[in-house]
């Protein structure tokens, strides 16, 4: 944290992302703040802390499912304020074209693949432009110098670079990416595939989670646009801007933020079981996930149900509890999947339970971060199996629970968490038998085993921290600028 201050210093970092960090809605007559469910929110929020500046996002309300109070500029957080947060209110037009359509129907199922069909209007890419633009707009309104930092988060903001790159031609942007980047047949289905790639490309720094997002990305540009790429380097150019394309796996705050005021283990488990109806020796297992299609929440399910079925002696010993925080609703994927999720929770209770037990508990509301980490450290194990994704933090949030260094993490090998974190158990989350038999492992596991492999992975979340992610950007950005500098000298 120290270090990256001391890198910026004098620098006031901008931030942009479509996700807000604290959303503020109003409350009788009062305002109540929350935190959002968003690995992004999670990663960058204690990066913004450490270099304070300021955050633009898309002011949540403007759809009116939130009624806030529309301040454009508030210091967060709100007890201890550090940064400004900027918002940006869109149209209800506007939110509707840019987020949920062409982002979240479009680029999110492209990036995925977990088999949801990507849609593309032209409408929608229109309001996407427009929305960039305004962004743009206000990040050159914001910069108080000709050469800014600016760090753009996510594929919302695909042509920001870009537009930023024109208005502020000696900015450091910095754009992470922080979902999958499909291989360039799939990214190639995209109708404005050249537009996204070039747009990406007025980036100084271009990050991804794994070096095979980072691959994807370096073939998919290579297969659409005249470039010269250098693998060495692992650059790109293109009319005259240098672009360096990089993997950042991207982890959370150390120590974690409620270390000192957190309730011990055995309090945390003894509540949960109380929770839940049950005494000390009950076992319990906990997913953590916005409701989304790409999380694997049914094929979790369907595991649970094959291991009561191979291991009856679970049956009223085992519970399962899923945090699941509703996410993108207005669209029509997210509400048959939410009708999925509850529908088969419901037949496989059916199926197993007895009198004040049930097999899977399904919390199917918003949870503050502080309230989530007393379940992760209540629970024997925590399963993670999605079908893919960027990197996921919910594994990485769960071992940083664990002072006790106890508590077993069965993990999808389809997350960018899989290439780190060797010492969970990594499962396929198609192949429900061996999802199952990992649980089964996990719960049977011995406490000297679970040390070992919570040790080694603390230690990882402990080294590789979230300052240590943004902290090598923003070196590789000051390397790209000198070398920049130095051929601009040469010519
Ligand atoms: C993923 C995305 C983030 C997004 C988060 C929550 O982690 O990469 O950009 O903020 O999901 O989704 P939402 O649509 O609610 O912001």
């Not at 929020?45 to 304070?52: D, L, T």
């Not at 960039?132 to 910069?143: G, L, P, W």
């Not at 194990?381 to 996921?392: F, K, Q």
């Amino acid at each position: 944290r120290n270090l990256l201050h001391k890198q910026l210093t004098g620098e006031r970092i901008i931030v942009v992302s479509n996700r807000e960090p604290y959303i503020h809605s109003k409350k009788g007559d009062g305002i109540e703040v929350h935190r959002p469910a968003s690995g992004l929110v999670t990663a960058v929020e204690p990066v913004m802390r450490a270099c304070s500046g300021t955050w633009i996002a898309h002011g949540s309300g403007s759809a009116d499912q939130l009624v806030t109070d529309r301040q454009d500029r508030v210091a967060v957080p709100p007890d201890h304020p550090e940064y400004t947060l900027r918002r940006i209110w869109l149209t209800r037009e506007e939110e509707q074209g840019y987020y949920y359509g062409f982002a979240n129907e479009g680029l999110w199922p492209l990036c995925h693949i977990a088999h949801v069909r990507p849609i593309f209007r032209s409408s929608d890419w229109r309001q996407y432009q427009e929305v960039n633009q305004r962004f743009a707009d206000a990040v050159v309104r914001e910069a108080d110098s000709d050469d800014p930092v600016v760090l753009v988060q996510d594929y919302h903001f695909a042509l920001l670079p870009g537009m930023i790159r024109k208005a502020l031609p000696k900015a450091t942007i910095i754009t992470f990416w922080h979902i999958p980047w499909p291989n360039p047949e799939s990214f190639g289905i995209c109708p404005w595939r050249e537009e996204l790639l070039e747009g990406m490309l007025g980036s100084t720094i271009l990050g991804f989670h794994t070096p095979f997002h980072r691959k994807n990305f370096l073939e998919t540009v290579d297969r659409y646009l005249e470039t010269r790429i250098e693998h060495e380097s692992s650059t790109i150019s293109r009319g005259g801007n240098l672009t360096m394309v990089e993997s950042y796996p991207i982890s959370i705050q150390w120590p974690p933020p409620w270390q000192e005021r957190q309730p011990p283990v055995a309090q945390c488990r003894e509540e949960l079981r109380r929770e839940l109806g049950e005494g000390a020796g009950h076992l319990v297992g906990i997913g953590v996930d916005r409701l989304d299609y790409t999380k694997g929440i049914l094929e979790r399910f369907r595991a649970v149900e094959k291991l009561m079925e191979q291991h009856p002696e679970l049956v009223g010993a085992f519970t399962f509890v899923q945090i699941a925080a509703p996410s993108r609703s207005a669209l029509d994927d997210y509400q048959a999947f939410d009708a999925q999720v509850h529908t088969l929770a419901q037949r496989i209770n059916q199926r197993f339970s007895r009198k004040g037990w049930q097999p899977i508990l399904l919390k199917a509301e918003h949870h503050e971060p502080e309230v989530v980490n007393r379940y992760y450290r209540g629970a024997d194990v925590c399963i993670v199996t999605s079908l893919h994704d960027g990197m996921n933090l919910v594994a990485k949030e769960f071992v940083a629970a664990r002072d006790d260094d106890q508590g077993v993490l069965v993990l999808s090998q389809f997350t960018g968490a899989a290439h780190e974190m060797h010492e969970a158990l990594i499962v396929n989350p198609y192949h429900i038998e061996q999802t199952a038999e990992a649980i089964f492992r996990a719960l049977t596991m011995p406490q000297f085993e679970q040390r070992e492999r919570m040790r080694s992975m603390r230690a990882l979340v402990r080294d590789f921290n979230v300052y240590r992610w943004a902290g090598r950007m923003l070196l590789d950005a000051a390397r790209v600028r000198q070398r920049e500098k130095l051929s601009a000298r040469i010519r």
